[in-house]
């Protein structure tokens, strides 16, 4: 009897690159860090501009009426605003990229045979964005809302106010550098000196 060469191959097992378990742990494995890029620079965006522009309606309306009470209200206002903002700026925005994106796709598929489905997995997600950056924007308006919100002296609360977005500007720089593999310093110190600003 004669083997085929098929039939004496051994096989191979096959590795699923996209998430990976080790004793009951997933780990997920990211060949591409781009696949990364469109959620984590809403994220990034998100928490930035929630605990800036937050803090700086608190600090802004705080010189105004010196009171916890206005203070921490103008926080929630700012937080519930500015999530929905960022929400639906994100969602138009990445859409627009989407659709954008698509048409190239069409275009391409047009001038070859293999068609248009096998190649939307590289698209960005709008909705995924949208709920980074809303989820993100929450996160960030939470710090100088909770930094204010049990003191009652004026000074001391701008103190704290500002103290905690700065430490919390370092733990964004930190986070998205550790998330995008980029070198840490730079990013603590491009996230810290641009919130200052």
């Known amino acids: 009897m004669q083997t085929s060469i098929e039939q004496t191959k051994p096989s191979v097992p096959t590795v699923d690159l996209e998430l990976q378990s080790i004793e009951g742990l997933e780990i997920e494995v990211i060949d591409d860090y781009s696949s990364r890029a469109q959620w984590l620079r809403a994220a990034i965006l998100g ?8 803090a700086s309606l608190m600090v802004g309306v705080g ?3 010196k009171d916890v009470k206005t203070m921490v209200l103008t926080g929630i206002a700012g937080l519930v605003a500015g999530a929905c903002s960022m929400a639906i700026g994100e969602f138009v925005s990445v859409y627009s990229q989407y659709d954008i994106e698509m048409a190239q796709k069409v275009k391409e598929a047009m001038r070859e045979t293999n068609g248009i489905e096998e190649r939307k997995g590289n698209l960005p997600s709008p909705f995924r964005a949208a709920a980074a950056s809303t989820l993100s924007f929450s996160v960030g308006a939470l710090v100088p809302l909770l930094a204010a919100g049990f003191i009652n002296d004026y000074k001391a609360r701008l103190g704290m106010v500002a ?6 500007l370092l733990g964004f720089g930190g986070l998205s550098a550790v998330l995008g593999r980029a070198p840490v310093v730079k990013a603590l110190l491009r996230v ?3 919130g200052w600003c």
Do not use: E, F, I, M
């Open 163 to 168: 103290a905690a977005v700065s430490l919390a």
């Open 63 to 65: 010189a105004v009426r």
């Open 47 to 54: 928490a930035n501009d929630g605990l800036l522009s937050t």
């Open 192 to 194: 810290l000196v641009g």
